[in-house]
């Protein structure tokens, strides 16, 4: 399997402007998580789905920043309009999500967004 | 208030010599924990893994260890490798997490040829 697939890799972009990134989990699982990474926070969630179901969006900072999961190969993180603060590495992750206890997450390699 | 803490943010040790890394929880709730490893412009990778049923688990030169009654966990290396140099998080997941997982801030360790 290829693994967690992420794109682009690198993203920069103006204030203002609507960026989107994209995740393919790895197929055959269920559960699809996307974080983000800074320095001041670390590795935080931001929002995670089950069967393509959102469970948890707590970690969403506000209303700019929105997830979609149309089918179970696919999801979009979209934030519409970008501030500078955004600047970070986003992270999409997947898990079988059959609650087993030896449950772990796969990582993609990342998106380095740039707001300027 | 972060509920996984790694509290040293960078740790420095000589090759083929011990590294050990500290992580603490505060929730009582978590029952599984994990490690991973992230090299720069990669994703983390999981590396080893512990139940709350055991205080300790070992894959090679990696051994996890857990205080349930401090709330405390910690990773050894042994002996560490300048390719172990890298940012390693520590996780924690519970039952009644659903699929989530607790993030610490990262330690990211050097090890020196």
């Known amino acids: 399997d290829a693994g967690v697939i992420q794109s682009p890799r690198h993203e920069v972009t103006e204030m203002g402007q609507e960026v989107t990134l994209r995740c393919k989990p790895i197929?055959?699982?269920?559960?699809l998580f996307w974080y983000r990474q800074t320095m001041m926070r670390g590795l935080e969630l931001l929002i995670y789905f089950n069967n393509n179901v959102p469970i948890d969006d707590s970690g969403m900072p506000e209303d700019r920043f929105s997830a979609k999961m149309p089918n179970a190969s696919f999801s979009t993180l979209k934030i519409q309009p970008s501030e500078p603060r955004d600047s970070a590495v986003y992270f999409c992750?997947?898990?079988?999500?059959?609650?087993?206890?030896?449950?772990?997450?796969?990582f993609g390699s990342g998106t380095q967004l740039s707001v300027l | 208030d972060q509920q996984v803490k790694q509290n040293s943010p960078s740790l420095s040790v000589q090759e083929g010599r011990i590294s050990i890394l500290n992580c603490d929880y505060t929730?009582?709730?978590?029952?599984?924990f994990l490690w991973y490893k992230k090299y720069p412009a990669e994703g983390p990778t999981f590396l080893i893994s512990i139940s709350s049923i055991k205080d300790k688990n070992e894959d090679g030169r990696f051994t996890v260890f857990l205080n349930k009654s401090a709330k405390h966990l910690s990773l050894h290396i042994v002996p560490s490798q300048p390719g172990d140099s890298a940012v390693y998080f520590c996780?924690?997941?519970?039952?009644?997490?659903?699929?989530?997982?607790?993030f610490g801030p990262g330690t990211r360790l050097s090890v020196l040829p």
């Open positions: 992750a997947s898990s079988s999500g059959q609650g087993r206890t030896n449950e772990k997450l796969f």
């Open positions: 197929s055959g699982h269920n559960s």
């Open positions: 996780a924690a997941s519970g039952r009644n997490y659903g699929q989530n997982f607790v």
């Open positions: 929730n009582s709730m978590f029952d599984y």
